[in-house]
Structures are given as structure tokens and as C-alpha cells.
């Protein structure tokens, strides 16, 4: 049996939003942290990992050592600043340019294989691995064509451009990371992906950081009133991530509990993104419309470790998306030991399991319901939290870069079994599924 070939340094490929960045506002959300963690788990391992990304300031040095074993390189492509992501397809050339400078100074088996992570990325990872004559594995982690599946009212759907260019990218790969089998039957289904090249890797939590704690003393950390019941929403304010549900709720459950005002309150921890940049104060100018203003805490991202606090200070975290390739903010909270209330979309019910309440649909009166129910049952929230620490036990980093590790090497030809249906790295049968 062939030996696996022996992977020593990843190219990961993160066109419009680097590792470097705050989760929670502009284009920096889930896939940061993923991109973070995996890169930090795989330097334990001995592989050194180079993120290609972006220059967004001038100030940002062309290449920065994020910790021993991580390199972020900054590839010049078009102005600094004013570029949206919807405006970087016309840049990929530029990228690839850079990117093939930079290399071309580097011996010539440089890069074991080629990661790319969101499908501009792939773009240009396609291009890379072929011109260094390496895997290109690439993780999807939003597709065009299940969000205009799942698109909240009022939002823009994906240009066809993005599902074009997502097509060729599925089609060129050697392998597909999907978080989900969730994810893994869309990919066949959707981009007609080969499911032997679909490998389903969850993604992982950092439970050295997410870890249960005194609400109190949390509350205090933050400077949260500590006899408020607490509703807490994470995430980047567009349409997709739904923070509105939380609001409409929010007034919902104020209307039929008159009594509940000043004692009931909802925080939303990020910033405008994407489609929400177009109307950067449309959730507080929704909260004043509904008469819920003085509800409502608005505060920008924190870095990780007071984001567990905020977690640990809730009485129960909403994450209401439209779609989610995963839910990273649902583990991070469970892992606080955090009830969750979550949509019954996309990895959320994989995220979630059963140490959660998943809700079908988000019409904001059964949101309004399910809230009202959870925060008035001290019982139940206490049993869920309990279930949720050691559900989110399941979950972690290290388990992520382990699978990883094996996909790398199937993808380099260093694994001989087939993926199919009993093989542990895929969740899609090898079969067409109907």
C-alpha cells in the first residue's frame, strides 16, 4: 500500500477576509475563526501553514508571522479600502498575479496542497495548485445557490456569476470540505459535485475559551445589569443573519408582557455587513419603530475572550439565520453552557442537536413563543445548559485538523481506500442521490 505523501507546508487561499481581522462586522464572520483555529492546529502539527489574503490598509506589512508555524502574506489587488466583496471577482487577476510573484521566489515544491476557503478564493487556488502542481481542497463555507434558496425578505439574491464560478471550483477540486452532511448533499445535489470527492469535517470550538462560568461575575465583566433576563444575538448585521427576528420578537413578547420591560433585554453584538451595509442603522431605526429602543443593546465585536463572557452572561443566545453552513456562534455559546434557540436551517441542527430549541420558519410570533416559553421555565433552561456543555464537548479543533489531515492526503493520492458511503471522512454516498 502506498505510504501517504508527506504534508509540510499548506497554501490557504482567503481572498476578501483575512485571519487577522475581528469576527463580527464587514466580511470577517465564522470563516476567520475557522481559517484561525484550523492553521493554529495544524503548526502543532508540525505543517506550516501560508494564508494568502487581501492588502486592505496601507499600513499592513506584506507578510506577518500571526504565531510560529502561520505566515499571512498581503497580496496587493486593486484600492485598499471601498471595495465590497461583490467587487473582487474583478481583482482576482490582480491576486493571482501576486500570489504567483510571491511564489515564483520560493523553491519549487514549496506548497504540499492548496486550500482554498470561499469560492473567490477557489478562483484563485485553482489557479495556484495547477501551477504548482499540487491538490487544490477547497471549503465552501456559503454557496450561492442555497442562499438564494433561503433568501430573507427584501435581501439581493447571488449573482449568476458566483454560481458559475462556484461550479468550476467544485468541479476542479480534488477534494470538498463540507462542515455537514447537510452541506455534503447540497454540493451533489446543487453543483453536481462527484461525492467521492466530498469529505464532511465539522468544524471544531475552542474549549479553552468557551468554557461555562458565573453569570454574575460575567455580567459584571461586561457591565450587564444582573437581575436582566438577557436575549443575545452574535453575528454580522445583514438580512441573512436575521437580527431583526430577535427584535420583532423582542417587541412581540413586551407586547403581551407589559410587565417584562426594563427586566427583559436584548443585545446585539456586531456590526453592519454585506447587504446590512446599505442601511448600516436599519436595526436600531427598527427597534425605535417598534418602540423597543430602551431594550435593545447595541455593542460592537470583542475579541474572543470577552465574547465567552458575553455568552456566559446571556440566559439564552438566538442565532435566527436565513442559512448557515454551520453556526459557530451555537457552539461557542453551548459551550458556555448557554441555551440556544436556533433556525432549523442549514448545520444548525447538527450545531445545535438536542441541547437546544430549533424553530421552523422566522415568523417573529413563534420566535416570540419559543422565547417567552424558554426565559419563563427556569427548569428547562437549566437542563438545556447542562446538555449543551456536554454536547459542545464533541466539538473540537483538534478533532477538525485531524480529519482535515486525512483529507489532504487522500488528496494527494496518499490514501487508497475510496471515499464512499462507510468511509468516515464523507457524509454522501457514492451513489446519485435523488
Known amino acids: 500500500m502506498p505510504q501517504p505523501h508527506p504534508i509540510t507546508r499548506v497554501a490557504m487561499i482567503s481572498v476578501h477576509t483575512s485571519p487577522l481581522e475581528q469576527p463580527g462586522t464587514g466580511d470577517a464572520g465564522g470563516m476567520n475563526v475557522y481559517i484561525v483555529e484550523t492553521a493554529r492546529e495544524l503548526a502543532r502539527r508540525g505543517v506550516d501553514v501560508e494564508v494568502f489574503t487581501r492588502t486592505t490598509t496601507g499600513s499592513q506589512p506584506p507578510v506577518v508571522e500571526m504565531e510560529p508555524g ?6 496587493l489587488a486593486g484600492p485598499y479600502e471601498g471595495l465590497s466583496k461583490e467587487d473582487l471577482p474583478g481583482q482576482l487577476c490582480a491576486f493571482a498575479a501576486g500570489v504567483m510573484r510571491t511564489a515564483a521566489h520560493l523553491p519549487e515544491d514549496h ?29 465552501m463555507h456559503t454557496m450561492a445557490r442555497v442562499k438564494n434558496l433561503h433568501l430573507a425578505e ?33 454540493l451533489v445535489e446543487l453543483y453536481a459535485a462527484e461525492p467521492a470527492k466530498v469529505a464532511v469535517v465539522p468544524p471544531g470550538v475552542d474549549l479553552s475559551v468557551f468554557g461555562p462560568g458565573d453569570q454574575a461575575a460575567a455580567r459584571a465583566a461586561i457591565g450587564v445589569d444582573p437581575d436582566v433576563r ?3 444575538f452574535v453575528g454580522r ?3 441573512l443573519k436575521a437580527p431583526d427576528i430577535l427584535v420583532r420578537a423582542l417587541a412581540r413578547i413586551l407586547e403581551r408582557e407589559p410587565d417584562w420591560r426594563g427586566r427583559l433585554v436584548a443585545a446585539v453584538l456586531g456590526g453592519p455587513s454585506g447587504s446590512g451595509l446599505a442601511h448600516p442603522t436599519a436595526l436600531q431605526d427598527l427597534a425605535d419603530d417598534l418602540g423597543v429602543a430602551d431594550s435593545v443593546l447595541f455593542r460592537p465585536p470583542v475579541d474572543r475572550p470577552t465574547l465567552a463572557q458575553w455568552y456566559r452572561a446571556a440566559d439564552v443566545v438566538v442565532v435566527p439565520s436565513y442559512s448557515e453552513s454551520f453556526g459557530l456562534v451555537a457552539v461557542e455559546a453551548q459551550a458556555c453552557g448557554t441555551p ?10 447538527l450545531a445545535v442537536g438536542d441541547a437546544g430549541v430549533l424553530v421552523d420558519g422566522h415568523d417573529p410570533v413563534v420566535w416570540a413563543d419559543e422565547l417567552a416559553a424558554l426565559l419563563a421555565d427556569d427548569d428547562r433552561r437549566a437542563d438545556l445548559a ?21 483529507v489532504y492526503a487522500a488528496a494527494m493520492g496518499g490514501s487508497t481506500r475510496p471515499i464512499g458511503e462507510s468511509d468516515p471522512l464523507t457524509g454522501v454516498p457514492r451513489t446519485p442521490i435523488a
Open 111 to 139: 506548497f504540499s496542497l492548496v486550500h482554498s476557503h470561499y469560492w473567490l478564493s477557489g478562483q484563485v487556488g485553482w489557479l495556484a495548485a495547477d501551477r504548482w502542481r499540487v491538490p487544490l481542497v477547497h471549503t
Open 386 to 406: 447542562q446538555r449543551a456543555v456536554a454536547h459542545a464537548q464533541g466539538f473540537s479543533w483538534s478533532a477538525t485538523a485531524d480529519r482535515l489531515l486525512e
Open 340 to 349: 440556544v434557540v436556533a433556525a432549523e436551517v442549514g448545520g444548525l441542527p
Open 154 to 186: 427584501g435581501d439581493s439574491p447571488e449573482p449568476p456569476g458566483r454560481e458559475i464560478g462556484e461550479a468550476q471550483v467544485v468541479e476542479a477540486a480534488q477534494r470538498l470540505v463540507a462542515n455537514t452532511p447537510d452541506e455534503a448533499h447540497q
Open 237 to 239: 448585521i445583514q438580512p
Open 70 to 75: 502561520i505566515t499571512v502574506r498581503h497580496i
Open 230 to 232: 438577557l436575549l443575545l
